[in-house]
């Protein structure tokens, strides 16, 4: 499975294939004008990013983990990004970038479908979970 694009700037572009070979779907966010972050897990199960900032950047890069849910993205600000994924272990998996990426850390959990996340606010992320009793879960940090 490969990755395409099609984006609208004063009417629709052509679409384009971003290469890579795709284990899950695609995810992006935006955390300033003109930037797009993309994620895939690959068929490794590591994380791969992909960044636009006027037109896409050559190659996936790998950011790592073990993943086994699409890439939850989000941003609280410019030039800050925040990714969560399901890693093989069943936690909530987190990483950061701010200029550097700073690498996996376990948020806990025995999560039971991908993660959905959104920032309210600057500095805040808001993590929402479903666990295997079938109970929503939040986690909130600032």
Request: proline content about 4%; charged content about 15%.
């Amino acid at each position: 499975m490969r990755c395409w694009v099609r984006r609208f700037d004063n009417g629709w572009k052509n679409w384009i294939s971003l290469g890579g070979e795709l284990g899950s779907k695609p995810s992006a966010v935006c955390w300033g004008p003109g930037r797009i972050d993309a994620f895939v897990v690959g068929v490794n199960s590591a994380v791969h990013h992909k960044a636009f900032d006027g037109q896409w950047a050559a190659n996936w890069d790998s950011r790592g983990g073990q993943a086994i849910s699409i890439v939850a993205p989000c941003s609280w600000g410019p030039g800050r990004l925040d990714i969560f994924v399901v890693g093989i272990d069943y936690n909530a998996q987190h990483n950061a970038w701010d200029g550097v990426w700073h690498g996996w850390e376990n948020r806990g959990g025995i999560i039971h479908s991908p993660l959905s996340c959104v920032s309210r606010s600057a500095n805040h992320i808001d993590l929402v979970e479903l666990g295997t009793n079938s109970a929503m879960f939040h986690q909130s940090w600032s």
